[in-house]
């Protein structure tokens, strides 16, 4: 049944009962997996803060360090579908993860698509950009499957 999984992965905590889930599926449906990872530059849009004003070194430092943990993740997720001997490719985007993953998931043939997400309580609902929902509810290509923690 699912022979082509999307996994978006930001490298945070939330990602990981996804990781997990992904794992599962995959090795039962011996399904070959695409780990998509969006550098998300969010960061760079503060350059004119007082702590950066005009600072072409602050720019290169965020792009530098959202590349140090891309490259990790990177390496954790193939060693991981390795060692589980699932087929693993890893796809790096640089912009707004919605649109990149939406992108990628429109682009090829995927039968599913799993990411993580947090449990948002309060304000939290009303607050947050809440990636998960919003590729869901754009997302009309593919199953999506959310794994909140």
């Given at each position: ?65 959202l590349k140090i943990h891309s ?79």
């Amino acid at each position: 049944m699912f022979k082509n999984i999307l996994l978006a992965n930001d490298g945070e905590d939330h990602s990981r009962k996804a990781i997990d889930a992904c794992l599962e599926i995959a090795g039962r449906f011996q399904a070959r997996v695409t780990v998509i990872h969006v550098l998300d530059p969010y960061l760079k849009q503060f350059y004119n803060e007082i702590y950066a004003q005009g600072r072409k070194e602050y720019l290169e430092h965020v792009d530098y360090c959202l590349k140090i943990h891309s490259d990790s993740l990177e390496k954790d997720m193939e060693h991981l579908f390795k060692k589980n001997s699932i087929s693993c490719s890893f796809i790096r985007r640089y912009g707004d993860p919605e649109t990149e993953i939406l992108a990628e998931a429109r682009k090829r043939h995927y039968d599913l698509l799993i990411m993580g997400g947090k449990i948002l309580t309060g304000l939290q609902r009303f607050t947050s950009w809440n990636l998960p929902t919003k590729i869901e509810t754009a997302c009309r290509c593919l199953p999506v499957m959310i794994c909140r923690q």
